[in-house]
């Protein structure tokens, strides 16, 4: 059987969905993304906050962890597992089919091949959608999320940008974007700013 890992960065390594879960044999820890990642995507799974994705353009490479596969588990079930958890889908019965034409909010499972002992190490790229990344447009949208019913869930931007700092990843938006949201909030802390922000609105 091929061995095949999942490579996670952002919100995969502390919630890797109940599906994937499941299959998940060992973690590595401590590797490095082949590529350049950054906040350029306002995910609608967080109140439109911003959300980490490969880039072509600024960024850097960043930590990440390799989630190892058991394995009874082969190429295609992975790659269908993978997309279930990024394009959050329930149902067992729902595909990987790679469009033709991908679009800027098609999820589409990539594969690396150059991870020693691996044969396979899958990753999701998806297009940018905020043009304008200057940390006030970030911290802008992270702190309308808190504002949303996915913030009242702790599903935001801001929640999204406690836990990439937790996981030690950092990017070369990271930390303006971070002050940002505590200068436009008066707040001293990510925690601070999102209780606030819940206050105000409740």
Known sequence: MAKIGILAFGSLIEDPGDELSQHIAETIPNVSTPFSIEFARKSKTRGNGPTLIPVKDGGQSVNAQILVLKD???IETAKDLLW????RREEKDSHYSPPANPGVNNVIVESNTDFDDFDYVLYTTIGSNIEDRDPKNLAKLAIDSVKTPYGERGKDGINYLISVKRQGISTPLMSDYEEEILKQTGTES???AWDKIRREID
């Open 84 to 87: 279930r958890r990024e394009t």
């Open 72 to 74: 009874d588990v082969e």
């Open 190 to 192: 990510l925690e601070d």
